[in-house]
């Protein structure tokens, strides 16, 4: 059984997929780059910028699943310029800042909307 996760307080999926589905006791998190929930743009500014934007979408999907960062068990990080480790690292460490969850970081070729980070996660439901 499968449970489809929406909100306004994160973009609106760009493509074919969900901002996250429900299964059992597991979140399964799309990928969020820093995209503006209010405008669909992309936010101005450095990596760093943009890390804190995509977590901040990653943690209204998460809370409209019944979630949250302390539930978080993976991410995913990927990277445009693996160069920028280090600053998403930083903004990364402020979110989960006790306990973190197992993690990959890859560099990628590109990233949708011009983004140079995303983030992805799955997590278990609050209270489960």
Do not use: H
Not at 3 to 24: E, F, L, N, W
Not at 55 to 83: F, I, K, W
């Amino acid at each position: 059984m499968r449970q489809i996760v929406k909100t306004d307080q994160a973009p609106a999926a760009i493509g074919p997929y969900s901002q996250a589905v429900i299964s059992g006791d597991w979140v399964i998190c799309s990928g969020q780059v820093a995209l503006d929930p209010k405008t669909g743009r992309l936010v101005e500014g450095d990596v760093a910028a943009q890390a804190e934007q995509a977590l901040d979408n990653l943690m209204a999907v998460l809370e409209a699943a019944g979630s949250g960062a302390g539930q978080v068990v993976r991410c995913t990080v990927y990277l445009v310029e693996m160069n920028d480790f280090a600053a998403v690292n930083a903004v990364y460490a402020r979110y989960f800042a006790e306990d973190p969850p197992a993690r990959a970081c890859v560099a990628v070729s590109a990233l949708p909307a011009g983004a140079r980070v995303e983030i992805d996660a799955m997590a278990l439901r609050s209270g489960r």
